[in-house]
């Protein structure tokens, strides 16, 4: 064989059913990894239904920082025949499946081999122990470290019970029967090498519970949410989480009333959030728009699904960008934070409610289900460097006076039970929130809100190889695949500026010069109408899209042909 | 135009319900500020879309705070300040078409959560601002510029509804009596949980009432208002249900039972569960 032994990054898929342990089986895989030094990445994809149904979970290890799933799949390991039919495309030209020989009988030859684990796993005398027989399995087709995966085990079992001891041996026994059946068949994937450590500490989180935990390490007083796939993990977290003095959670009857329960709490003093998903964020419109009016702080989460109505709610899609940039009649347009990866993540979280603070006014933050629900280690964030900034409250000062012209700062916002009181009016209104229909005073508002969206500038960004004419410019969670399809075409030879900034509105002025200076900007973007390059186009900005609207999010290499081809195509 | 600001142009027609409502707030709100000595800025009313709405830019004297939302959303709006600053004193004010019709989504699970707010309800039996709609405390068969050949759907019953929600305090009354009404609200106010004060606030331009609520002497014709009698045991659900079973409009305490809050049950939780960002962020840990 000529080919290159695989040795720095692999892509590891568990196929079946829903309920089968897939999950499981992957986060166990990554955990071992992490344990060991790795850089780790998982992704699953399940349909809507509690059990049962197509499935799967996959786990990306690599010596360095996982940017994306990746392109083809290393090891696959298959339940039953549905799984081994429609994934086996996926396998790379050497990767090896490994099949559940109870329930899939593949005809033919080729790179897989049969396992019955049920069996091993009675044998190993723990019933329970199937998927450690294929974890041992998978660890030998990438000469992947036993001793990291048992000492995973014993961490993992040893609860303070009496018979920890045994399960972890039993368990152990399990692993090295799956390495048995392995070397039997032959076959292997390479051979992982030495990781390169981290000189930090890791933790290991998914994109939900660190966007929930920056949002907490900066303050958050109040959260009120409605269960909606993929958010209902931050109202679980924040219900687990949020329980201290002065503090509010609570799991209300629609995202109608969330969206007015954080503007009530924004309102007495509190920084107030609640997190959606499209069907949510749909219904919040009219709620977004009085908070916009009447100038309240809150944040408001949209983890994207695919699709509008009730859509693809397990899937992934960036499609809500227009409905969370311009989400309610008449002039608004909301501050949109759009995390790229799971350290942005707790980055996002915080400064969203700080946003909400120093503008006073609603702040949306777009995730989406791929980067929501998978799991990654990340550098631990310090969360003493979390800044909890609050609104100007400074009362007295200027009597009713809450809504003043803007002359560059922001008139101070009263709390109740202080030295003054106003109406925060969702009707338009005057300087002390009494309702106006006199144009003097739309005019002056619908200016002051607009303008005081430049106070938030100060939103992380890249800005990479500027020279160029032509720019990649990724948002959102398609930042990583971005950067790794980015690579391969500087790899190439061709030279393309990067850019990318957290936050899509405002646009950092950096990246708006950059923006304006190009002949051709290249959106990546999972959604069919090219949402980000249609917006950046109103700003004239010569912006085109390579879009995707599969459910599932880009491959890395499929992402990089597209982009050389739309270069082509325009002939810049 | 409001006392304090000569730019205001909003009135309410001559002999609206809503001017002996605003008399009986504000004494509400003025004997509440004193005896329990907060800042009157403690007061927060969080009022409706609709002519009664436009109460909180009306309010004589040192201001309350506001909201002055959207339609049909007093309720949550009114759920997060009062869940976020149980210090304060919740207000809502609102109409029947606002509360009953647009927001009616919104009264069972607040009352299931039972948060310490007053909701002022004004009920004039028709969308006044919009000149003159069926409103659902319309009457079936009345005349209205969107039913005019008469209303075909029957006639909501506020008062059986907040009963069954499991609303802790309701009272009924009218708007011709600010002083009494005042003392209704005021109650409603001390009591910890969710209270409804329920008023039949006419709407002298597109459903004049007054003669309906009030009978006349003159004519013979007795009223639809009538006074709760003392012997009336406001703790029995059964003597509730049939007072107001009874028809006509109650002036007076229909209902009162002392459920814990939301905050006095969160605040439980927070002594048993209390945890902070430190611990969490550890539980990370790779």
């Not at chain 1, 796939?229 to 687990?240: G, H, K, N």
């Not at chain 1, 007495?268 to 419109?285: D, E, N, Q, R």
């Not at chain 1, 800044?387 to 700062?409: A, L, M, P």
């Not at chain 1, 186009?537 to 085109?544: E, Q």
């Amino acid at each position: 064989m000529t080919q290159k032994v695989k040795s720095k990054d692999f892509v590891i898929r568990f196929a079946g059913e829903g309920g089968q342990g897939l999950v499981t089986s992957a986060d166990a895989m990554a955990r071992a990894a992490t344990g060991a030094g790795f850089y780790c990445q998982t992704f699953s994809t399940f349909p809507s239904q509690i059990m049962g149904g197509p499935a799967s979970s996959q786990v990306r290890i690599s010596t360095t920082p996982v940017l994306s799933n990746g392109d083809a799949v290393d090891v696959l390991v298959v339940l039953n025949q549905y799984a081994f039919d429609n994934h086996i495309e996926d396998l790379s030209e050497n990767g090896v499946c490994i099949y559940n020989a109870q329930d899939c009988e593949p005809s033919g030859e080729g790179n897989f081999f049969g396992i019955n684990a049920d069996e091993l796993a009675k044998e190993s005398g723990n019933t329970r122990a199937a998927n450690m027989v294929i974890l041992g399995a998978v660890a030998n087709l990438i000469d992947f470290k036993i001793e990291s995966i048992e000492n995973f085990v014993k961490e993992r079992f040893s609860r303070g019970r009496e018979n920890d001891d045994e399960i972890i041996k039993s368990n152990i026994v399990a692993i090295g029967l799956g390495v048995d059946v392995a070397k039997k068949s032959g076959f292997s994937v390479g051979s992982l090498d030495e990781p390169i450590a981290p000189d930090y500490e890791q933790i290991m989180i998914t994109g939900n519970a660190a966007l929930s935990l920056g949002a907490l390490a900066a303050g958050l007083d109040s959260y009120y949410g409605y269960p909606i796939s993929p958010a209902t993990t931050i109202l679980i977290w924040m219900e687990q989480n949020l329980i201290s003095k002065d503090k509010f959670v609570f799991q209300v009857s629609s995202e109608i009333e969330a969206i007015n329960n954080i503007i009530g709490s924004g309102f007495s003093g509190k920084k107030a959030m609640t997190a959606t998903a499209g069907p949510g964020v749909a219904l919040m419109s009219e709620g977004l728009g009085l908070a916009w009016m009447s100038e309240i702080p809150c944040t408001v989460i949209d983890i994207q699904r695919g699709g509008p109505a009730t859509g693809l709610p397990t899937k992934t899609e960036q499609s809500d960008l227009f409905a969370c940039m311009f989400p309610a009649h008449g002039d608004v347009k909301l501050p949109v934070i759009a995390p790229g990866s799971v350290e942005e993540c707790f980055h996002a979280g915080s400064l969203a409610i700080n946003w909400a603070e120093r503008y006073q006014g609603p702040v949306m933050v777009m995730g989406e289900m791929s980067l929501a629900e998978r799991t990654e280690n990340i550098k631990k964030p310090d969360i003493t460097q979390v800044i909890d900034e609050r609104r100007n409250s400074d009362t007295g000062s200027n009597g009713y006076k809450r809504y003043q012209d803007w002359n560059g700062e922001l008139s101070p916002m009263p709390i109740p039970g202080g030295e003054v009181a106003y109406v925060a009016n969702g009707s338009e209104h005057d300087e002390i929130g009494d309702t106006t229909h006199l144009p003097k005073h739309h005019v002056r508002l619908t200016e002051r809100r607009f303008a005081k969206l430049s106070l938030l500038n100060d939103s992380p960004f890249e800005i990479e190889n500027p020279e160029s004419e032509i720019a990649v410019m990724p948002w959102g969670a398609t930042k990583g695949v971005a950067r790794e399809a980015f690579d391969k075409i500087s790899d190439k030879g061709v030279n393309l500026t990067w850019l990318y900034s957290m936050a899509l509105n405002p646009l950092p002025e950096e990246i708006m010069d950059q923006l304006k200076s190009k002949k051709l900007v290249i959106v990546p973007e999972l959604n069919f109408q090219g949402q980000w390059s249609s917006i950046l186009r109103m700003d004239g900005i010569k912006a085109v899209s390579v879009t995707q609207y599969t459910g599932l999010p880009f491959k890395p290499t499929y992402l990089s042909e597209k982009i050389l081809e739309k270069i082509k195509e325009t002939e810049v | 135009m409001s006392e304090r600001n000569s730019e205001y142009d909003f009135k309410w027609c001559p002999g609206c319900g809503d001017f002996g409502v605003k008399r009986a707030l504000e004494q509400a709100i003025g004997t509440y500020t004193e005896e329990f000595e907060i800042p009157r800025t403690s007061n927060v009313i969080i009022a409706g879309i609709g002519c009664s709405g436009n109460m909180v830019h009306l309010l004589d004297g040192e201001q309350p705070f506001g909201i002055h939302g959207i339609h049909g959303r007093t309720l949550p709006i009114a759920f997060g300040v009062s869940t976020s600053r149980p210090d304060l004193n919740t207000i809502v004010v609102a109409g029947d078409g606002d509360f009953l019709s647009i927001g009616a989504e919104h009264i069972p699970p607040t009352a299931s959560r039972n948060p310490n707010m007053t909701c002022i309800i004004m009920d004039n039996g028709v969308y006044g601002l919009t000149k003159g709609q069926n409103s659902p405390t319309s009457t079936t068969g009345q005349i209205t510029t969107s039913t005019p050949f008469g209303k075909l759907d029957a006639q909501m019953k506020p008062l059986e509804l907040y009963l069954s929600y499991g609303v802790s305090y309701i009272a009924s009354h009218y708007s011709s009596k600010p002083k009494v009404l005042a003392e209704f609200i005021f109650e409603g106010m001390k009591h910890p949980g969710l209270s409804i004060i329920h008023v039949q606030s006419p709407c002298t331009t597109y459903n004049n009432t007054y003669d309906i609520l009030r009978g006349s002497k003159k004519d013979n014709i007795p009223g639809t208002a009538f006074i709760v009698e003392d012997d009336h045991d406001p703790s029995d659900y059964d003597a509730a249900v049939a007072l107001i079973n009874k028809g006509g409009v109650p002036l007076g305490l229909i209902y009162k039972k002392e459920p814990p809050t939301i905050n006095d049950l969160q605040d439980k939780l927070i002594k048993e569960k209390s945890k902070n960002v430190e611990d969490i962020l550890s539980s990370y840990s790779i």
